[in-house]
């Protein structure tokens, strides 16, 4: 969702089969969950070589490996968009900020739809200690949290061995 006032200035870019970058926030309306628009832009697809003299942007999910500033891996959490509520979105967070540090957290919204990413902001960051994983795992369910490490392979956080 776009509100006019972000929309009006780069409807000319937004069209069918056009790649556009946006910047918003996922916003959880009753049992309704809504991706708002905040910012809509045309991405820099020059080339790898500009690319790679661009540092990683914090905040930001970069592909499939979401490189971040500091060099930490993501801790990646599955969550059925279904059972995405406001008192287990407030839980998260209260987890969150008892294990601070920093590990990026990528939540992956599940549904019938497909999987939405969000990387949560840099005030969102975590320790990735097993006592969190379990935590998470209590809450979400044992196979919804993994830690990304180089490669791109998941692993288990509480083991430290690669998941199949």
Same mark, same amino acid.
């Given at each position: ?21 946006? +910047? ?5 309306? *009753?049992?309704?969950? !809504? =991706?708002?628009?905040?910012? /809509? ?6 080339? $790898?070589?500009?690319?790679? +003299? !661009?540092?990683?942007?914090? *905040? +930001? ?9 500091? @060099?930490?891996? $993501? ?17 998260? +967070? #209260?987890?969150?900020?008892?294990? $601070? *540090?920093? /590990?990026?957290?990528?939540? !992956? =919204?599940?549904?019938? #739809? ?15 200690? $097993?006592? =969190?994983?379990?935590?998470? @795992? ?27």
């Amino acid at each position: 969702m776009a509100f006019p006032s972000v929309f009006d200035r780069v409807a000319h870019l937004v069209s069918l089969d056009s790649i556009v970058l946006v +910047k918003g926030r996922a916003d959880l309306r *009753g049992r309704e969950l !809504q =991706l708002v628009a905040l910012d /809509i832009r045309e991405p820099d697809l020059t080339g $790898p070589d500009t690319a790679a +003299k !661009q540092p990683p942007r914090a *905040g +930001k999910l970069n592909g499939a490996e979401a490189a971040s500033p500091n @060099g930490a891996d $993501p801790l990646l959490i599955d969550v059925s968009s279904s059972a995405c509520t406001p008192g287990l979105i407030r839980r998260m +967070k #209260e987890l969150f900020a008892l294990f $601070p *540090g920093s /590990i990026p957290v990528v939540v !992956q =919204l599940v549904g019938e #739809e497909g999987v939405v990413r969000l990387r949560l902001g840099n005030d969102f960051c975590v320790d990735g200690t $097993p006592a =969190l994983v379990a935590e998470l @795992g209590h809450l979400l369910g044992d196979d919804a949290v993994r830690l990304r490490v180089g490669g791109g392979r998941a692993v288990d956080p509480r083991t430290n061995f690669a998941r199949t």
